[in-house]
């Protein structure tokens, strides 16, 4: 709906980066759906431009015409005409104030890659920038981070794929007993530079183990091994830049054996509680603890801060930041923002604002 005091002066270009290259390509073109259809047409010129897994940048002018039109599909296709970043970008500089939304979830997009792309383009986008991105994409750099800032954690290993050796050989064996002896009985093992729970296997002896490095190993060179917590799971979005607004907490209860891909993206089977039953100074020590993981890292704009509630009294643990969460009606982040009262569309408002405030002070701080 337009805003009725919008005119012309107000008036923004409002570039949606989505899909991309990596594994996460189809949750990106779902998340983009929902945060086209909120957009204020009243203040924004939209430009939906689609990142294909090839890595082909392309105008979406069949999700242009249906935004147009109000007939949304479930996701947005890719696909259209080419459209080259840096001269495009320019060009739309030229006819007045852009900003870029990189709605790309994974390698390639919210890893700081992306992002550098359009600092070179010297445009606003919403997001942490290429050091925040990078950091908190690589979810070894960012235990190792987040330690140095006495933030409390799973206790884990990282490893790189040339560590797993060839099956049946002695190394091999003897790094699967390491590892379940000093993490288990119970591990879960992730790539280190994915998300969305893509390549995340529950290992509990050594077979589940070998196979569970193997599928990690399959998305990413670098591989995380973790302990297993049993306890509730608590997130948080933050929101801002220097001084961070953090929402109030929502839990999950996964559907599966843990919150998998399909309880994130395709199944209703989650709970996803919005006022979960927690003390008042546990809610006030995940929120503390949330900001100093956003700060440490960072991050501008927006992060989700995933926690566990550990049932062996350790309290909150620390598990994963993620800079670019995701935008479905099912999502955590927006959820959670609405619950605070503010609505999808003043959320991308706001994102939209914060982008344009921290490029204004960077322009500042640069020598020209």
């Not at 990106?28 to 082909?56: K, M």
């Not at 599928?215 to 830049?241: F, H, K, M, N, S």
Request: aromatic letters at 6%.
């Amino acid at each position: 709906m337009a805003s009725p005091t919008a005119d012309a002066t107000d008036r923004r270009t409002f570039v949606l980066l989505f899909g991309g290259r990596s594994a996460e390509h189809d949750v990106s073109c779902v998340s983009a759906r929902h945060v086209l259809a909120a957009i204020d047409a009243g203040r924004y010129d939209v430009v939906p431009v689609g990142i294909d897994t090839d890595g082909r940048w392309s105008l979406a002018e069949a999700a242009a015409a249906a935004h147009a039109a109000g007939d949304l599909p479930d996701a947005l296709d890719p696909t259209g005409p080419a459209w080259d970043p840096l001269p495009c970008l320019a060009e739309l500089s030229a006819a007045g104030p852009v900003v870029v939304f990189p709605l790309l979830h994974g390698p390639l997009g919210e890893d700081g890659t992306v992002q550098g792309l359009l600092e070179l383009a010297d445009v606003p986008y919403v997001g942490a920038g290429v050091l925040g991105s990078s950091l908190a994409m690589d979810k070894l750099v960012t235990k190792e981070v987040l330690a140095q800032h006495g933030l409390p954690q799973t206790r884990y290993r990282g490893l790189h794929a040339d560590d797993l050796g060839a099956p049946g050989t002695d190394t091999l064996a003897a790094l699967l007993d390491s590892l379940l002896t000093d993490l288990g009985p119970t591990v879960f093992v992730k790539p280190a530079n994915l998300g969305s729970s893509i390549g995340v296997s529950k290992a509990t002896d050594a077979v589940t183990l070998e196979v569970a490095l193997n599928a990690a190993a399959a998305y990413d060179e670098w591989i995380i091994v973790e302990e297993a917590i049993t306890g509730r799971e608590i997130e948080l979005a933050v929101l801002g830049d220097r001084v961070p607004q953090v929402s109030g907490p929502g839990e999950i209860r996964p559907g599966a054996d843990f919150y998998d891909y399909a309880d994130k993206y395709e199944t209703d089977a989650a709970e996803l509680l919005d006022d979960p039953d927690l003390e008042p100074e546990t809610v006030v020590l995940f929120q503390e603890l949330a900001a100093r993981a956003f700060l440490a890292l960072r991050c501008s704009g927006m992060a989700r801060v995933d926690f566990f509630l550990a049932d062996d009294g350790r309290g909150p643990v620390l598990n994963e930041v993620n800079t670019i969460p995701g935008f479905t009606p099912i999502s955590m982040y927006p959820r959670l923002w609405q619950k605070a009262g503010l609505t999808y569309p003043a959320l991308v408002d706001r994102l939209v604002d914060l982008a344009v405030e921290r490029h204004a002070r960077r322009r500042r701080n640069t020598r020209r």
